[in-house]
């Protein structure tokens, strides 16, 4: 898996230069390549992530990455854990909640979360301490 702001320039890297340039552990297999993105699948832990890169409405690029499971949703930790490894420990990720108006369920146990590529969409919620 890619560091989100390699993301767009992967087509013509393989697997293993994938593996070797990010050391990506060999218990996350790809599953799938498409041209925005790739799904991995880790057995030890029953995760499943997709991961896409694309320009949204707002004109920016954003990192997307979901992650499910067969038969429940992904605990806290499995979040913490995706999103260190795919996003980045020292990068911002947020979970949106949409209005009920706005949700699809296309998965009942997945749950996403977003990377702006381009700078924090947020306002500084720490006023300046560094702790939320």
Known sequence: MLRPEKLMNTASQTISERIKRWGMNNKWVEIERRIDGSAWFNKALGLYVIE???????????????????????????????????IGKQNQAIQVFAPESEHVNIHPY????????????????????GSI
Do not use: I, Q
């Open 52 to 86: 896409s890169c694309a320009t949204e409405k707002d004109g920016k690029k954003w990192y997307h990455v979901s992650l499910s499971r067969k038969s429940r949703l992904p605990s806290y930790e499995d979040m913490k854990l995706v999103k260190d490894h795919f």
């Open 110 to 129: 997945c749950l996403h979360l977003w990377h702006c590529l381009e700078g924090s969409p947020l306002p500084d919620f720490t006023n300046g301490s």
